[in-house]
């Protein structure tokens, strides 16, 4: 997956802001039929639209607070409009697994984004998923060479949305997965909506953060990240490029206090998924419940005490007229932190906006 730096962010803007989009929207279905096909489904149309893929949702999510904070300004006033979704579903497809036996919760729900236009269920994962009462859901087109935020992960949400349409959820088991550039996605899905997934598989696919415009999402949700997303990284034993790049990505995710992290490395395997009994193993992890660790509150606090003391650098910046360092720090801020630099991030790059345009006389905010 290409990296994104802040010209694509800057572009990202653009597509936020409805140059391209829909306006057709509807609400996943609230009654589950216990009376839908189960097996393997080929070729579904999705037609389920998830109202957490609705873009006003979707920014404030997945996007920097700046970012997002400029997007909502914009359309206030009257400079563009923010449609409600950019895909067509009508014209998606998704592909499935669903188990014969039904748990008494719902079924649990897997969301595969693939590297590739299309990827079923593999043959080897239909006992596990049978003898847990998990779906396998992938929504097609939407692998490596289409982009990350209208396409692949939106889709992943319909495609939860179409599940739900149908089948009974069990709520408490909705898990998102990918598989090397999908792995990538996948992380950022479970960045955005930790109140929706609470375990992630990453196949030979992370990124540390700080790395790739990896955005840690809002206080609140980065906080339900923290203490409850069980990640698995699943990476071949002779894929030594990844592994050494999970190897940094489960450390940065450490040195933000993220709780539940597996390992699993995958014997005799390159770059590629594992096994059906590999796949077993990482699924017990994530569709489990872990105890949050004894030192966690520690650690979210050092965390907080580093955000807090960038602020304050920050704030003695832009209180003596250093407008373009603070600009500079402050931009760094957002790039570390996130939406844990909000709100003070969103109203001084608003200060600072409105300053440095008074100084060159302009009129332009």
Same mark, same amino acid.
Do not use: D, I
């Given at each position: 997956m290409t990296p994104l730096n802040r010209t694509t962010i800057q572009w990202l803007t653009l597509w936020l802001l409805g140059l391209v989009g829909t306006a057709a929207s509807a609400a996943p279905a609230s009654d589950t039929p216990t009376t839908a096909p189960t097996g393997e489904r080929v070729a579904e149309v999705i037609s389920v639209y998830s109202p957490l893929a609705e873009q006003r949702e979707f920014a404030r999510r997945a996007m920097l607070p700046s970012t997002f904070d400029r997007l909502t300004r914009f359309e206030a006033a009257g400079k563009a409009e923010l449609k409600p979704y950019v895909l067509d579903l009508s014209k998606e497809l998704l592909d499935a697994y669903i188990p014969k #036996?039904?748990?008494p919760n719902g079924y649990g729900v897997f969301v595969f984004i693939p590297p590739t236009p299309e990827w079923r269920v593999p043959k080897s994962y239909v006992a596990t998923l049978e003898a847990r009462g998990i779906i396998w859901v992938a929504a097609r087109k939407s692998g !490596? /060479?289409? !982009?990350?935020?209208d396409r692949r992960m939106p889709l992943a949400l319909h495609a939860l949305?179409?599940? *739900? *349409?149908h089948y009974p959820v069990d709520p408490t088991r909705r898990y998102i997965s990918g598989f090397s550039g999908g792995g990538r996605v996948a992380q950022r899905v479970a960045l955005a909506y930790p109140d929706v997934f609470s375990g992630a598989m990453l196949i030979a696919g992370s990124d540390p953060f700080n790395e790739n415009a990896t955005v840690i999402p809002p206080a609140d949700l980065? /906080? /339900?990240f923290q203490r409850h997303m069980r990640i698995a990284y699943v990476t071949g034993a002779n894929d030594l490029v990844n592994r050494a790049h999970d190897q940094r990505t489960r450390a940065s995710m450490q040195a933000y206090c993220v709780s539940h992290l597996f390992k #699993?490395? /995958?014997?005799r395997t390159e770059h590629w998924i594992p096994s059906g009994r590999g796949f077993a193993r990482a699924l017990a992890d994530i569709d489990s419940v872990s105890a949050t660790p004894s030192d966690q509150?520690?650690?979210?606090?050092?965390l907080n005490a580093s955000v807090a003391a960038s602020k304050a650098a920050i704030r003695q910046l832009i209180d003596t007229h250093q407008d373009h360092r603070a600009g500079e720090a402050l931009a760094a801020l957002e790039d570390r932190f996130g939406g844990l630099a909000a709100p003070e991030s969103v109203l001084w790059a608003r200060e600072l906006a409105a300053r440095l345009t008074a100084e060159a006389g302009g009129n332009r905010q």
């Open positions: #036996h039904r748990p !490596n /060479q289409q !982009n990350v935020y949305a179409w599940v *739900a *349409a980065f /906080q /339900q #699993h490395v /995958q014997s509150l520690a650690c979210e606090a050092a």
